[in-house]
């Protein structure tokens, strides 16, 4: 595939059968989503737009854009979450204040590594979540009054706190029906 530009990119996304992710001018398409994947991204949605603490901000799930112009980069977010008022473009989103990545096997590179050292540099980001599909396990990157991360490691017994959001979520509400019985 030939390099692109962003706006040749956002003009061809208009009429692909597949989603692909921009980086520096070439574009990598991406997989299918699991059912698990699915069911993990569908629970948190459910608990965010139950709460009554969302003022202007809006959920997208998976099918919304990330520009990230300083590397270059777009991104399509298992879950993201935006303050509207400071967005205008509807194609895509620029600053958001919450990402969550659900981890596969195949992905976890991905998600930890590279997409990481970049949404870092959003200065509207405040929390950065990886959720495994394979197994209970949650991690919740968070940026510090000074800027600084930190991460913190939940289990089961465990309540996943959104401040960036302001929403508490059990984390084996998050699992629920996601594992059957026998696993």
Not at 73 to 80: A, K, S
């Amino acid at each position: 595939m030939p390099n692109l530009t962003f706006d040749e990119y956002l003009q061809q996304e208009k009429y692909s059968l597949a989603r692909c992710e921009y980086i520096s001018g070439y574009l990598f398409e991406l997989s299918e989503l699991s059912e698990r994947h699915n069911l993990i991204l569908n629970h948190i949605s459910c608990c965010f737009l139950s709460s009554k603490n969302k003022n202007n901000l809006r959920l997208f799930i998976g099918d919304m854009k990330l520009w990230i112009e300083s590397a270059e980069v777009c991104y399509y977010p298992d879950l993201m979450v935006v303050d509207e008022s400071k967005e205008s473009n509807k194609n895509f989103k620029t600053s958001p204040c919450l990402l969550i990545e659900v981890v596969a096997a195949n992905t976890e590179g991905t998600e930890r590594c590279e997409k990481w050292k970049v949404y870092k540099q959003l200065p509207s980001l405040e929390e950065y979540v990886l959720i495994d599909e394979n197994k209970v396990n949650v991690e919740v990157f968070r940026k510090d009054y000074k800027g600084n991360w930190g991460v913190e490691k939940l289990r089961e017994d465990d309540k996943l706190l959104l401040n960036s959001v302001g929403l508490c979520i059990e984390v084996s509400e998050i699992y629920a029906y996601v594992f059957a019985p026998e696993e």
